[in-house]
C-alpha cells in the first residue's frame, strides 16, 4: 500500500468546448504505480495522454473519479497545497528541453532550486549534471549543446529538486535514434540508482521498450496495460512493423519484469 504513489480510480476528464456542451476525452482510467516504477505511455495523438500526465503531475484536475498520490487524495486539496505537491514530488521534462537561451546548463539546474529558497544550490546542481554526464558542460549555453545534451540538462533540472516521480511527455520526440536511446539508458539508470518513479510518453515501441511496463491508449481509454516484453512479443506477434531489436541490456530488464 506504502508502495503505491500513484494510484488513479475511474479518472475522468471533460472539457467545456463552446457554450455548453461537455466533451469527455478522459472516460474513466484507472492506473497504479509503485514506487520505482517505470512506464512507458503510448498511444495515437489525441488518445489523451498528455492530458493524463498533466493530471498526475497536478497541472490539471480532473472532472471525475479520485486520483491518490503518495496516500494523499488530492482532490480534497486546495490550488497552493497542490502547488506545493507539485514542487515537492515532480520533476517534469519535455519535448522541446523548454531551457533559458541565455543561461548557462549550471544557471538552468539550479533555476528550480532558486524558487525553492535552497541554499548550497551549486553544490546540488553539480552534482545533478555529472549524474547525467554533463558536468564538463556546465558553463555552456544551450546553442552550445547538441539536442540530447540539452534534454540531458532539462532532466539533471528536473532531478535537482530530489523528485519522487518525473513525468516526461515526448522526451525524446526531437532526438534522433541513437540519442533517444542514450537518454531512455539515462532514465532507466535513475530508476535503479535513486528509486525514482518515471512516465514518459513516446509513440515509438523501440523507445518504450526501455520501460519495464508499457500502457497504451486510445480514444480516452487504457487499452493495454502489461510488462515490457509481453506487449513487445503480442504486437511482432500481430505482425506490427517497426519494432527494432533491443539492445541485449533492455531485453534483459524486460524480461526480468
Ligand atoms: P495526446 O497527448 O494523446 O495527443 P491530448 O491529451 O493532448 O492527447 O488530447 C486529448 C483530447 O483532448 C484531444 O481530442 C484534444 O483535442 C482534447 N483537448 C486537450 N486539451 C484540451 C482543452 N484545453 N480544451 C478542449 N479540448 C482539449
Ligand atoms: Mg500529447
Redesign the pocket.
Known amino acids: 500500500m506504502a508502495d503505491e504513489i500513484l494510484v488513479l480510480d475511474q479518472v475522468r476528464?471533460a472539457?467545456?468546448?463552446g457554450t455548453s456542451v461537455e466533451?469527455e476525452?478522459?472516460h474513466g482510467i484507472d492506473l497504479v504505480m509503485r514506487r520505482g516504477q517505470f512506464l512507458a505511455l503510448m498511444?495515437?495523438?489525441?488518445?489523451?495522454?498528455?492530458?493524463?500526465?498533466?493530471i498526475i503531475g497536478l497541472m490539471d484536475r480532473p472532472t471525475g473519479g479520485r486520483y491518490h498520490l503518495d496516500g494523499i487524495d488530492v482532490g480534497k486539496l486546495g490550488d497552493d497545497e497542490l502547488s506545493r505537491l507539485r514542487g515537492r514530488l515532480f520533476g517534469f521534462v519535455f519535448q522541446s528541453y523548454n531551457l533559458v537561451p541565455r543561461l548557462t546548463a549550471l544557471e538552468q539546474v539550479e533555476l528550480p532550486l532558486v524558487y525553492q529558497g535552497v541554499t548550497n544550490r551549486r553544490k546540488r546542481a553539480i552534482a545533478a549534471l555529472r549524474q547525467v554526464g554533463l558536468a564538463e558542460r556546465m558553463n555552456h549555453r544551450p546553442t552550445q549543446l547538441s539536442g540530447g545534451q540539452q534534454q540531458r540538462v532539462a532532466i539533471a533540472r528536473s532531478l535537482v529538486v530530489s523528485p519522487r516521480v518525473i513525468l516526461a511527455?515526448e522526451p525524446t520526440g526531437a532526438l534522433d535514434t541513437q540519442t533517444s536511446h542514450e537518454v531512455m539508458a539515462l532514465f532507466a539508470a535513475l530508476v535503479d540508482e535513486r528509486d525514482i518513479t518515471v512516465i514518459f510518453?513516446t509513440h515509438e515501441f523501440d523507445v518504450a521498450q526501455h520501460a519495464r511496463r508499457i500502457v497504451r491508449?486510445s480514444d480516452?481509454r487504457v487499452v493495454e496495460d502489461g510488462v515490457t516484453a509481453d506487449v513487445v512479443a503480442r504486437r511482432l506477434a500481430a505482425g506490427v512493423p517497426g519494432v527494432m531489436p533491443a539492445p541485449a541490456s533492455v531485453t534483459g530488464q524486460a524480461a526480468a519484469g
Not at 43 to 54: A, D, I, Q, Y
Open positions: 476528464k472539457y467545456n468546448v466533451t476525452v478522459l498511444g495515437p495523438s489525441g488518445s489523451g495522454k498528455s492530458t493524463l500526465m498533466n511527455d510518453v491508449m480516452g
